[in-house]
Each structure stands twice: as structure tokens, then as C-alpha cells.
């Protein structure tokens, strides 16, 4: 499992970031993992929805900005904790 708190990115992010941030979402959930995009603005939350990728994180894997620094971190956390919780789906292989 990995959170990645993504708070301090720019409001709209390039597209190269939209496709590495679902890159790394496919690579770990091949391998039985998880990534949490953690402190996600409005934008961001947007453009991860329309391209996808908001899908392939899953339930409680786009946790929003919270008025406080680190604020959903607690929320990603236990979000993480329960997704990885459920059995393993034995995915392909990245290459």
C-alpha cells in the first residue's frame, strides 16, 4: 500500500502526471497493492474522474483536502487499511 499525499501539486497537473499516478495504481494493484492519492483538490479530483484513474484506485482511494495539513491522511489510511483487507484479485504482471 502506498499513500501518496498530493496536496502541494499545482491545481491542474499536466496529463504526464494524470498517466503516472494511474501507471502506479496498475503496477500495484498487479501486485496485490494499492495507492491512496491523499489531500486531492476539487481539480484534481476532476481530472482523475474523467480520465479514469479515479475508477482504478477504487473506494476511498481519492481522499479530498482537508482544511488541515495532513487532514485525510487518517482517512486514507483506514481506507487503505480496508480495501487491502478484502482477497487478493492475482492480476497480471506489469511490463
Do not use: F, N
Amino acid at each position: 500500500m502506498l499513500i501518496l499525499v498530493v496536496r502541494a501539486l499545482p491545481d491542474v497537473p499536466p496529463s504526464a502526471m494524470i498517466k503516472l499516478l494511474d501507471r502506479y495504481a496498475r503496477h500495484l494493484g498487479d501486485q496485490d497493492g494499492r495507492l491512496v492519492l491523499c489531500g486531492v483538490q476539487p481539480s484534481l479530483a476532476h481530472l482523475l474522474q474523467r480520465s479514469g484513474t479515479a475508477d482504478r484506485l477504487g473506494d476511498g482511494g481519492v481522499v479530498p483536502a482537508t482544511p488541515e495539513l495532513l487532514g485525510g491522511l487518517e482517512e486514507a489510511w483506514v481506507a487503505a487499511r480496508e480495501r487491502t483487507s478484502r482477497p487478493p484479485h492475482h492480476g497480471s504482471d506489469m511490463r
